[in-house]
């Protein structure tokens, strides 16, 4: 097991295939972390990206996108260990500060294509994945024209 198995998830609500795009890109690693030389290993489209890590750390990471609703859920893995020997406190404020970094960043880019949506509103131009009136066993309408009955409430 890697001394640092980071793992983080957050909610963008954007169209997957431009969060695919842009968290996709090579020199976006670069920015985010220059100490890490990251090579992609596996290129899944729409559901991320997998690259080797050399550098000041040695090991994987990797994009998880996860399509959920009017968005994606971007679950982030950096599983590596220092290329220096590091131990105790040091390992934890290393651990802290990819994490810091990655949080940063990620937030900033929410901000950025969630621009002008209030939250809890839908991404414009996005068809409601799921809608549903009252917990009474009404169905729940579904992309693509699927449709599920929900069971009634256990009262």
């Given at each position: 097991?890697?001394?640092?198995?980071?793992?983080?998830?957050?909610?963008?609500?954007?169209?997957?295939?431009?969060?695919?795009?842009?968290?996709?890109?090579?020199?976006?690693?670069?920015?985010?972390?220059?100490?890490?030389?990251?090579?992609?290993?596996?290129?899944?489209?729409?559901?991320?990206?997998?690259?080797?890590?050399?550098?000041?750390?040695?090991?994987?990471?990797?994009?998880?996108?996860?399509?959920?609703?009017?968005?994606?859920?971007?679950h982030w893995y950096l599983r590596v260990d220092p290329a220096r020997p590091v131990h105790g406190r040091a390992l934890l404020r290393l651990k802290e500060r990819y994490v810091a970094a990655y949080r940063e960043r990620v937030w900033r880019f929410k901000d950025e294509v969630e621009a002008g949506r209030a939250a809890g509103e839908r991404r414009t131009g996005s068809e409601p994945a799921i809608v549903s009136g009252e917990d009474t066993g009404a169905a729940i309408e579904q992309p693509a024209g699927h449709t599920h009955q929900t069971r009634p409430a256990k009262r």
């Open positions: 097991m890697p001394q640092l198995d980071i793992s983080c998830d957050d909610l963008v609500v954007a169209d997957p295939a431009y969060v695919a795009e842009r968290l996709g890109s090579d020199t976006l690693w670069r920015e985010w972390w220059p100490d890490l030389t990251l090579t992609a290993s596996e290129r899944r489209g729409l559901e991320g990206v997998r690259w080797t890590v050399t550098g000041a750390a040695i090991g994987t990471a990797e994009w998880w996108l996860e399509s959920v609703r009017d968005g994606v859920v971007v």
